[in-house]
């Protein structure tokens, strides 16, 4: 398949969060900044990943095959997830004095996919786009006439599904590493939603500097 062109300013909103990102890591933790970024920086990660995945065309892709969710997953954020994690885990036994029980927890909670400081978002997005992809295969099962009213009966279902987190409480760590997937996953629904917007401003951009080339040639 062909990539399609590149949205620009979907680079440029990475690129702005990564920065928000480092700067709210690196404050502390009693900053109004470090407050302020930690209250939409996530959530915003996820739903420019919905725009992403809209693009891209993610809900068309095969379940199982070389191209297929599952493994192109794993190679993009479940290795880079065990390889970051495992270099962190020993800096951090390292620092702890090599102390045997600090390594034990460690180990549970990569081994668990509860991630080791920020590495937690990895496997979260991995499951995220699998829930996604799920909801959204099963829309093609469940199809009403008219494609509004059905895009946005699958939409409402998986907006609907961030409320279970809020009411099911689970001290299980498996249970809550979906809990954190599912919230993401109803962000990512919200970014493929708006989506349509960010095309339409691309598209507004592109006609305007067409017309400034050719007024100023």
Partial sequence: MVDRERILCLDYVKGMLIIFVVLGH???????VHSWIYSWHMPAFFILNGMLLSYT???RKPLLC?????FQGIKKLI???YSYGCLLMVVRW???????????????????????GATWFLPCLFFAQLIYWGLKRLSFQITFRNYIINRLFMSLITIAIMIIPFKIKA????????????????FIELGEL????IEKINGIKKS????????YR
Avoid: C, H
């Fill in 79 to 81: 290795i880079p997830y």
């Fill in 171 to 186: 001290d299980n760590v498996i249970a809550m590493v979906i809990f954190r997937s599912i919230i993401g996953a109803a």
């Fill in 208 to 215: 305007f500097l067409l017309v400034t080339s050719v007024l």
């Fill in 94 to 116: 390292w620092n702890s004095g090599f102390d045997v029980a600090n390594l034990k927890w460690q180990i549970v909670d990569l081994g668990y996919f509860w991630g080791i």
């Fill in 57 to 59: 065309s993610y809900v």
């Fill in 66 to 70: 070389v191209e297929g969710v599952i």
């Fill in 26 to 32: 690196v404050m502390p933790e009693d900053n109004t």
């Fill in 194 to 197: 708006l989506f349509p917007v």
